[in-house]
């Protein structure tokens, strides 16, 4: 009797063997068929397709590099989707403490009153041009978080949208603002 459950288990062994064997066809073949599902998934999670191609691109040459170490409980297509998860909640997950570090300066820069009186005015100008040219909408979050101070919660409360869009949004702004000002300046912005 055909079970189609043993038959994808037969199919993933003999694709697992084939790679293991470094047959590059099987490999660019599986790459193919399940590289833009996977993008589209991660984007799930990190909302960036730059950093989503990275981390699936990253998932299937590790894959590639290490078939004889991994092991496939479910199904490969399992796998992927188990691991492209959580390479992006690891992704998430350093970026915020990451963040920390390096937002300290400007935040301390934004929130302090004295702050105007020792910073360059043309690194003001260079900031404020780039907030400038951010959406309408990731303007407004990223002002209202590091200009007035709120925490995510009361901005996703004055704003009617969740606090994860607020994160997100804001994590947007700070690469596109970093990207903006390395751009037209030769300062390095510490975002």
Same mark, same amino acid.
């Given at each position: 009797m055909y079970n189609p459950i043993q038959a994808v288990k037969i199919e993933d062994r003999i694709l697992l063997n084939e790679i293991k064997n470094?047959?590059?066809?099987v490999f660019e073949s599986l790459f193919y068929e399940y590289?833009?599902? &996977?993008?589209r998934y991660a984007?799930?999670?990190v909302f960036d397709r730059q950093v989503c191609e990275d981390i699936v691109q990253n998932l299937l040459i590790y894959f590639w590099e290490r078939t004889d170490l991994i092991k496939i409980e479910q199904s490969i297509k399992a796998y992927f989707y188990q691991s492209v998860k959580n390479r992006c909640l690891?992704? #998430?997950r350093d970026i915020h403490i990451q963040d920390k570090h390096? &937002? #300290?300066y400007l935040e301390s820069m934004l929130n302090d009153d004295d702050s105007a009186t020792w910073l360059d005015p043309e690194i003001i100008m260079h900031i404020e041009k780039a907030i400038e040219r951010l959406p309408l909408q990731m303007a407004s979050l990223f002002r209202l978080k590091y200009v007035d101070g709120k925490k995510y919660r009361e901005i996703a409360t004055e704003k009617k949208i969740s606090e994860n869009t607020v994160k997100t949004q804001i994590q947007r702004a700070k690469e596109k603002l970093?990207? #903006? #000002? &390395?751009e037209s300046t030769s300062i390095k912005f510490f975002l």
């Amino acid at each position: 009797m055909y079970n189609p459950i043993q038959a994808v288990k037969i199919e993933d062994r003999i694709l697992l063997n084939e790679i293991k064997n470094r047959n590059r066809k099987v490999f660019e073949s599986l790459f193919y068929e399940y590289y833009p599902h &996977l993008v589209r998934y991660a984007e799930g999670f990190v909302f960036d397709r730059q950093v989503c191609e990275d981390i699936v691109q990253n998932l299937l040459i590790y894959f590639w590099e290490r078939t004889d170490l991994i092991k496939i409980e479910q199904s490969i297509k399992a796998y992927f989707y188990q691991s492209v998860k959580n390479r992006c909640l690891n992704y #998430l997950r350093d970026i915020h403490i990451q963040d920390k570090h390096k &937002l #300290l300066y400007l935040e301390s820069m934004l929130n302090d009153d004295d702050s105007a009186t020792w910073l360059d005015p043309e690194i003001i100008m260079h900031i404020e041009k780039a907030i400038e040219r951010l959406p309408l909408q990731m303007a407004s979050l990223f002002r209202l978080k590091y200009v007035d101070g709120k925490k995510y919660r009361e901005i996703a409360t004055e704003k009617k949208i969740s606090e994860n869009t607020v994160k997100t949004q804001i994590q947007r702004a700070k690469e596109k603002l970093r990207n #903006l #000002l &390395l751009e037209s300046t030769s300062i390095k912005f510490f975002l």
